[in-house]
């Protein structure tokens, strides 16, 4: 069996995970209080956040903690979610007012941390190592705690730990508004005895090949050898589980930088993705990296001749289509465009990873093969405007239409640089 240890180094670390309970419905409810005091609180009471309010359908998305507690799941079906609670309050998805919480709630993070690493729309990694917060993380932790709650009105669970996987086991501890630790002297008494399930990056597939296999907790796959898991898993996911349920991982805590070769990124979505909600979860993820990627081009001034679109699947592969356009941008819409068509040729048809019965948990999207674009390759309607500018001037001037987009994302981008990234941004199509 392969010895399990920690370095000194890696014991002397202190890494915070910070998530926000249940997010997307936490942030609806202090919107409805601040437009009407007198409303009801909706994390008090039965309520879902997803699917259409009208018609009642579609998945839920988020849930209070009361709608948990009779039986409400994410991710299942609005119709068999009002079989269980026919009271649920069910309320619309508003991302507008998600993306203008989360921005406040990161920028309370990074008041505190020298570095914050944003995993997702609602949950962040904070490296305090070397700090003076290292001697007394907890104190630090309710700090942020208790400002995120008196000033932006959620609640939000702190975990405490030497590395990111283990921070994040412990944040999702009991919630609301807690704070946790998992040392690794506490590894055997508060995550062992947990399913195996609840092991972070264990999908519902993984799960149910390692009980066939009698490996129900995450203790007891932690005591597998690892060439077993390796046999029922294959090298790399069983690797993972073998470190992960031993609390083993290097992974830092990074602040988004550049690859001096592309611009990509990429996010962790808190529900898996199927064929069902592609629409409603995944195509707005998309919208927002798109966004991202192109604002840090247009900052860099620099464009993307080839995007690529990635997945990592509910089995821990990660997939990845790319396409080569016919001339380089940075324009947000069409590196949306481009990467919707590269997901679903991934993950739709019969050869499609949702027929195969695979389920997405990030989701990412990037650009490489990158220029200034000093010149661009002429299209047909290029040559058919006249014949009277010279193929030398052609290729080196854009097109109106281009230029004009051009000029908006320089003023996008300045306005975004001066007063904050979500200081404007351009809407999604409906």
Request: include cysteine; charge should be neutral.
């Amino acid at each position: 069996m392969r010895k399990v240890c920690y370095t000194d180094e890696m014991n002397e670390r202190c890494i915070f995970h910070v998530d926000v309970n249940s997010a997307f419905l936490s942030w609806s409810a202090v919107k409805r209080l601040k437009e009407d005091p007198e409303a009801v609180d909706l994390r008090k009471i039965p309520s879902a956040v997803g699917g259409d309010v009208e018609t009642r359908h579609g998945i839920i998305t988020a849930r209070s903690i009361p709608a948990k507690k009779l039986g409400i799941k994410t991710a299942e079906p609005v119709v068999k979610a009002l079989q269980k609670c026919p009271d649920l309050v069910l309320v619309k998805s508003d991302f507008k007012t998600y993306r203008e919480y989360s921005h406040e709630f990161i920028k309370i993070l990074r008041k505190h941390a020298p570095v914050v690493q944003q995993a997702s729309i609602d949950e962040a990694y904070l490296d305090f190592t070397g700090t003076k917060v290292a001697s007394d993380p907890c104190k630090e932790a309710a700090a942020i705690k208790d400002e995120i709650r008196d000033s932006l009105g959620f609640t939000v669970n702190v975990g405490i730990s030497v590395n990111k996987l283990l921070a994040k086991m412990a944040s999702d501890f009991e919630k609301p508004d807690k704070i946790h630790t998992l040392y690794p002297d506490e590894i055997k008494e508060k995550m062992w005895p947990l399913p195996i399930g609840d092991l972070y990056g264990c999908g519902k597939r993984t799960a149910a090949k390692l009980e066939n296999y009698g490996i129900r907790t995450i203790g007891e796959a932690a005591v597998t050898p690892l060439e077993v898991l390796i046999s029922i898993l294959g090298d790399n996911a069983g690797a993972y589980i073998y470190e992960s349920a031993n609390g083993i991982s290097d992974s830092p805590v990074s602040e988004e930088e550049r690859d001096a070769k592309s611009y990509s990124n990429e996010s962790t979505i808190s529900v898996d993705v199927d064929e069902k909600n592609f629409e409603t979860v995944g195509l707005p993820v998309v919208h927002e990296l798109a966004e991202s990627v192109a604002r840090r081009l247009a900052r860099d001034g620099v464009f993307a001749g080839t995007i690529e679109a990635s997945v990592k699947t509910d089995d821990f592969r990660r997939r990845s289509h790319q396409r080569k356009l016919i001339n380089s941008t940075n324009d947000a819409n069409l590196i949306e465009k481009t990467a919707i068509g590269l997901l679903e040729e991934m993950l739709k048809g019969d050869e499609g990873l949702f027929s195969k019965g695979f389920k997405v948990r990030l989701i990412g999207v990037g650009g490489t093969n990158l220029d200034r674009q000093e010149y661009r390759q002429m299209t047909l309607f290029d040559l058919m405007k006249g014949n009277s500018i010279s193929l030398s001037d052609e290729m080196k001037k854009p097109d109106e239409g281009e230029e004009r987009r051009a000029k908006l994302r320089k003023m996008m981008n300045d306005i975004n640089s001066r007063y904050g990234e979500d200081a404007v941004f351009k809407g999604r199509k409906k």
